[in-house]
């Protein structure tokens, strides 16, 4: 990037290293940047400094928070005896987002992944195993359908199922607008395991 000045080609740099941001994304985002009042730049950059110094893990279902127990758990309306085990912060959202769920989370910050060196010590398995010698009846697994998330699933319901604890896994299947001819063999399956009456 010789033809811009070194400052610009750092920002550029800078942005283009994010995830999921190209370099032309992060080229469009720096001049964009560049264009921007000077207190608002300063609001933005003081807003990630602020993010990265005062968030911290939930202490019970460690999740992302600025506090020592996040809104979720806080929550007496929540049911804490219903706990679904999720792999990131971004799922926990996407569950949020549907309004339905009344239980609790768990993050495990990852899933077993022997190819990348990924071990159950890796991810928040030990913490969940914690929580349930309080009062827990059920652990959904909501881990992705992935080769790694099903291990994973597999993996916490082996652990869980000793304790006599009901452990349940989400049922996956068709999207919503998906045409079957298109969907994959092990989807389909998963779909017909979970169907419900009507």
């Known amino acids: 990037m010789d033809y811009y000045s070194s400052q610009i080609s750092k920002l550029i740099e800078s942005l283009a290293s994010l995830p999921g941001i190209g370099i032309k994304s992060a080229q469009r985002l720096a001049f964009h940047i560049l264009d921007m009042p000077q207190?608002?730049?300063?609001a933005l950059a003081n807003s990630m400094i602020d993010a990265k110094r005062n968030i911290c893990y939930c202490k019970q279902c460690y999740t992302l928070t600025d506090h020592e127990i996040c809104p979720i758990c806080k929550n007496p309306d929540r049911n804490q005896k219903q706990i679904m085990v999720v792999e990131n912060p971004r799922d926990l959202a996407a569950y949020e987002k549907t309004g339905k769920f009344e239980g609790v989370y768990h993050v495990l910050h990852g899933a077993i992944?022997?190819?990348l060196g990924i071990g159950p010590?890796?991810?928040k398995l030990q913490e969940l195993m914690q929580r349930l010698h309080g009062d827990v009846d059920e652990v959904i697994i909501a881990t992705n359908s992935s080769l790694e998330g099903e291990t994973t699933a597999m993996y916490i319901s082996k652990l869980i199922k000793p304790t006599g604890i009901k452990v349940t896994r989400i049922a996956s299947g068709v999207p919503v607008g998906g045409?079957?001819?298109y969907i994959d063999e092990v989807?389909?399956?998963?779909a017909l395991e979970g169907r419900v009456e009507l």
């Open 39 to 42: 207190a608002e730049v300063e």
């Open 113 to 115: 992944s022997p190819m």
């Open 121 to 123: 010590s890796d991810i």
């Open 179 to 181: 045409d079957l001819e």
């Open 187 to 190: 989807t389909l399956l998963r």
